[in-house]
T-cell receptor, first 115, second 112 residues
Framework: EADIYQTPRYLVIGTGKKITLECSQTMGHDKMYWYQQDPGMELHLIHYSYGVNSTEKGDLSSESTVSRIRTEHFPLTLESARPSHTSQYLC??????????????FGEGSRLTVL | GEDVEQSLFLSVREGDSSVINCTYTDSSSTYLYWYKQEPGAGLQLLTYIFSNMDMKQDQRLTVLLNKKDKHLSLRIADTQTGDSAIYFCAEREGGGSYIPTFGRGTSLIVHP
């Protein structure tokens, strides 16, 4: 049973606001990821982390930032939201211990609309 | 770099079989996955197959892997309206690679 949670599920805000999308997992996974999903369904990796104090940018350039101070928590922040940031954001985690296949466990997503 | 291709749409009648196809380019792919995304939700792993396998069956799901042609397929028998969703194919190298490559997703529509 996957235990990864994202809040808020839905957010509508005005341009220029600072927002933080929260992601927490209770599975003790060391790898965590943020994906942006466009209306055409495609997933774009924007950030990932291999563990505490490790963060890397993904394939898609993003103006967002992330932090990984605790294993279970991987928040994503936009300092000044713009309409182009309107999208679905999916958080995921995985583990690569012996016997695991490294599949990703996804949260339910945060749908952000910037007016 | 790695690339994973899928057709974007598939429409089937309820009770028929659905076959979703996927091709990949990375010959080092060790793990191949199928994920399902229902409306308004995140992705959920449906099944996976290792590159040293040709076939895997799990209830109504059958995964076929043709490693020579780098072709993966997911067959859903007796497709139901609840199977309507987006299906993502993904591949990952073994060893120290922790980032899977996803296809663009196939939207399966099941009609009565």
């Amino acid at each position: 049973e996957a235990d990864i949670y994202q809040t808020p599920r839905y957010l509508v805000i005005g341009t220029g606001k600072k927002i933080t999308l929260e992601c927490s997992q209770t599975m003790g996974h060391d790898k965590m990821y943020w994906y942006q999903q466009d209306p055409g369904m495609e997933l774009h990796l924007i950030h990932y982390s291999y563990g505490v104090n490790s963060t890397e940018k993904g394939d898609l350039s993003s103006e967002s930032t992330v932090s990984r101070i605790r294993t279970e928590h991987f928040p994503l922040t936009l300092e000044s939201a713009r309409p182009s940031h309107t999208s679905q954001y999916l958080c995921a985690s995985s583990a690569f211990d012996r016997g695991r296949t490294g599949e990703l466990f996804f949260g339910e997503g945060s749908r952000l609309t910037v007016l | 770099g790695e690339d994973v291709e899928q057709s974007l749409f598939l429409s089937v009648r309820e009770g028929d079989s659905s076959v979703i196809n996927c091709t990949y380019t990375d010959s080092s792919s060790t793990y191949l996955y199928w994920y399902k995304q229902e409306p308004g939700a995140g992705l959920q792993l449906l099944t996976y197959i290792f590159s040293n396998m040709d076939m895997k069956q799990d209830q109504r799901l059958t995964v076929l892997l043709n490693k020579k042609d780098k072709h993966l397929s997911l067959r859903i028998a007796d497709t139901q309206t609840g199977d309507s969703a987006i299906y993502f194919c993904a591949e990952r190298e073994g060893g120290g690679s922790y980032i899977p490559t996803f296809g663009r997703g196939t939207s399966l529509i099941v009609h009565p």
